[in-house]
């Protein structure tokens, strides 16, 4: 199995760009984690979808941040405009309902200038 | 809502030492625990996890975790550090259908 991918690994933009991150969760699993990673705050849960649908949202910072699952197998989470405080590690996790296990993607790093 | 503690949030220590990780989580009902291990650029893996049964839980490279319900706590283990234990570890807390992280462990094993 090739684990969960996030695209891209890396990205640079500049203040007010628009910038979308992906995610291909584990074939079979059915609930899909975004969460972000920073010094200051540590690893946050953003929002979660369960089959598709977004259950918890509560952790989006505010209205720039939204996210999509028009599928079972892909996820994005946009933010626009992007800001310099949006700069931080990006991960994508799944899980199936009945381990409970949370499997990781790569992680995006975005550094927004 | 339910939180996860972790302290001493910077671990020195040498090669061939031991290393214990503390963790205390706040959820009451039924939860499982875990600790992932994220290694220097790399993403977090998952290192061991309780769900039920036999408190003491053994894990990849030689940890292990205790589960002691009347302290909400699930700390990490292992006897002897490697060098290639360096990393960051994170407890996490699954319940009410939440994964709660700690804020993670630095660890640094010295040569």
């Known amino acids: 199995d090739a684990g969960v991918i996030q695209s891209p690994r890396h990205e640079v933009t500049e203040m007010g760009q628009e910038v979308t991150l992906r995610c291909k969760p584990i074939?079979?699993?059915?609930?899909l984690f975004w969460y972000r990673q920073t010094m200051m705050r540590g690893l946050e849960l953003l929002i979660y979808?369960?089959?598709?649908?977004?259950?918890?949202d509560s952790g989006m910072p505010e209205d720039r941040f939204s996210a999509k699952m028009p599928n079972a197998s892909f996820s994005t989470l946009k933010i626009q405009p992007s800001e310099p405080r949006d700069s931080a590690v990006y991960f994508c996790?799944?899980?199936?309902?009945?381990?409970?296990?949370?499997?990781f993607g790569p992680g995006t790093r975005l550094t927004v200038l | 809502a339910q939180s996860v503690s972790q302290h001493n949030h910077h671990v020195i220590l040498s090669e061939a030492a031991s290393l214990e990780l503390g963790c205390n989580y706040s959820?009451?009902?039924?939860?499982?625990l875990f600790w992932y291990v994220q290694y220097p650029g790399q993403h977090l893996q998952l290192l061991l996890k309780?769900?039920?049964?036999?408190?003491l839980v053994k894990g990849i490279k030689g940890f292990e975790a205790e589960f002691i319900k009347s302290k909400f706590s699930f700390n990490l283990r292992k006897p002897s550090v490697q060098w290639s234990d360096t990393a960051e570890y994170f407890c996490a807390a699954y319940g009410n259908n939440r994964l709660a992280f700690g804020k993670g462990n630095q660890v640094v094993v010295i040569p």
């Open positions: 979808f369960n089959n598709n649908v977004p259950i918890d």
């Open positions: 309780y769900f039920s049964g036999d408190p």
């Open positions: 074939s079979g699993h059915n609930s």
């Open positions: 959820y009451g009902g039924t939860v499982n």
């Open positions: 996790a799944s899980r199936t309902s009945v381990t409970d296990t949370q499997y």
